[in-house]
């Protein structure tokens, strides 16, 4: 009885040891750990035999990438041999975009993605080469009719660390189509094309209207350190996300410590959508959203209160309906 007792004792005290490793490793539990948190779990990794190709990776969201056979992957100049691990996020929903701390900002205006997503290529712990030698076919789920257009951009990285959408360079892509290197027309439920430079690629258009507005919002209750471009800094965000369209604006610009802007006239007039704002700052969330008509000079507030992390979840994945 006195082993059993002391055994007892012994679990207790663990248990209550692992629960106070918890609360304080949740304590310090950040908006920066959130985005890592969700990047992490969206990520795809698929184990490959350079003998095995060709072999098409199907990531179970409707998008599918085709590795080509012969030599595809190099490494300083080299084709690779042997094994290789293909790692690839894909943001299609507008709460993959803003799970991960991305956005469908461009510039001074917004854009209208059809998706992106990033494929990285790893061999013995390193990074391959980021230019292919052979095209990578991908096919990238769309709801549009056949015949519509969208456009091809890649992902750089700039000098300043910021991220920033960009053209990409025509021998770079191939729409498998006569058309523009940089333009894909939907076919059978998907954009398809093939692409040579491995990291982010973007299909979107431009989110245009013939008048636009500036919109405010000011931020109430439990909010902390404004988030600038895609949460470099900062615990608290707000977006707009365009009622049935995956545009996903991040509103930053800075008004004051509680107000951000959006893009100088660069919200379309008359377009409806959802304003959302969350902060996560040790280990506490809070959440706001608001259901909104874009007009000239819209000013709106949003009170951010107290929820639970599951809470924030299911408002974010709420948007994608």
């Known amino acids: ?32 750990d959130f985005i890592k948190e969700n990047l992490a779990g969206a990520k795809q990794v698929f184990t490959c035999q350079v003998s095995d190709q060709p072999r098409t990776l199907d990531l179970g969201n409707g998008l599918t990438l085709s590795i080509p056979g012969g030599d595809v992957f190099t490494r300083d100049g080299v084709p690779i041999t042997g094994e290789y691990t ?14 991960a701390g991305m956005n469908t900002n461009w ?14 290529v790893v061999q013995g712990g390193q990074d391959v080469d980021p230019v292919t030698l052979q095209f990578l076919p991908v096919s990238v789920p769309t709801e549009k009719e056949d015949g519509v257009v969208t456009l091809l951009w890649e992902g750089n990285v700039e000098d300043n660390g910021k991220f920033a959408w960009q053209e990409i360079a025509d021998t770079l892509v191939n729409t498998l189509e006569d058309f523009d290197e940089l333009a894909v027309f939907s076919s059978k439920g998907s954009f398809s094309f093939g692409f040579k430079k491995l990291g982010w690629i973007n299909c979107d258009i431009f989110w245009e209207a013939s008048e636009k507005a500036t919109i405010t919002v000011a931020l109430t209750g439990q909010v902390g350190t404004l ?7 900062g615990d608290t965000f707000v977006f707009f996300k365009a009622k049935e369209m995956n545009v996903v604006a991040q509103l930053y610009t800075g008004v004051d410590a509680t107000t951000v802007k959006s893009y100088d006239d660069s919200m379309p007039i008359g377009r409806e959508g959802t304003l959302i704002a969350f902060s996560i700052k040790d280990g506490e969330y809070s959440l706001a959203s608001k259901e909104i008509t874009v007009n000239g000079g819209l000013q709106e507030t949003l009170d951010l209160q107290p929820v639970t992390k599951e809470a924030l979840l299911a408002a974010i994945e709420a948007l994608d309906r």
């Open 107 to 120: 510039e001074s205006g917004y854009l209208e993605s059809d998706g992106f997503f990033n494929v990285n």
């Open 227 to 233: 988030a600038n471009y895609q949460g470099y800094d």
């Open 1 to 32: 009885m006195k082993q059993f007792l002391f055994s007892m004792f012994c679990a207790g005290a663990l248990c209550c040891a692992c629960s106070n490793e918890g609360d304080e490793l949740e304590k310090h539990f950040q908006a920066s």
């Open 86 to 99: 293909v790692e690839v996020l894909a943001m299609l929903k507008p709460s993959a975009v803003i799970l």
